[in-house]
């Protein structure tokens, strides 16, 4: 039995909601707990770098009830 790990894949994870590599300009959710973690701006509608707080679409609905 010749089983091998790779950590290829690694190299290769995804981001954002259209689940591809990291690529051009990327800004990272607020919420520690984010599951995708990084988006790209073109997915995300943003031009520049927000200032302030950003929170991805999944994520924001958490973030503005009241509360919380």
């Not at 909601?17 to 607020?30: A, H, T």
Request: proline share 6%.
């Amino acid at each position: 039995d010749n089983h091998e790990i790779s950590y290829e894949d690694d190299n290769k994870a995804t981001y954002c909601l259209c689940k591809q590599v990291s690529y051009g300009d990327m800004v990272g959710c607020d919420n520690d707990l984010c599951p995708m973690e990084w988006f790209h701006f073109d997915c995300v509608q943003l031009t520049s770098k927000p200032i302030g707080k950003w929170y991805c679409p999944k994520c924001l609905p958490m973030f503005k009830k009241k509360g919380r």
